[in-house]
């Protein structure tokens, strides 16, 4: 916390990650106040993020777990089984090798896959979650679920837009 701000107000701990918490100083927490919160302040100056602003990392993570590819990739991962990647290319029908390992490439830099190598003849890749992968892969499985339980009322909403701009 910047020394400058001098206002009374209250501390409170806001974690950088997803999910409940019975711990709210836990390792990685941020503490800021709530006036700040209130008030809407800049917090990057104070070590919080804000993923509407221009320059926050945030926005790195949600445009590649927006990719279709990657999104396909965290739920085809998700049950935890390594998998190869023919095996990937396979499961993900439609998915070019350079765009297949331009995903594997990315999600391994972030932290949410480990590539494995074998030393065999020819060598053997397996890519597999990380925790945090895991956690990303059970999130898009949740949005993966809804699509295909909605997908009757996407359609009919299509259609109806469609007739809709084609009558005037």
Known sequence: MRADIRTPCQWVAVRPMVGPSDNSAEEGAYLISRFLMDTGFDLRKHGGVDVFLRDCPTRAVLELIASKWTMLVLVAL???????FAELR????????KVLTQTLRALEREGLLTRTVFPTVPPRVEYQLTK?????????????????????????A????????TQG
């Open 90 to 97: 396979r499961r993900l029908d439609g998915v070019t090798p």
């Open 132 to 156: 945090l992968g895991q956690e990303a892969g059970g999130l898009v499985q949740s949005i993966t679920d809804w699509s295909q339980a909605n997908i009757a009322a996407f359609q009919m």
């Open 158 to 165: 299509r259609k109806t837009f469609d007739e809709r701009e």
């Open 78 to 84: 998700e049950d935890g089984r390594p998998m190869r």
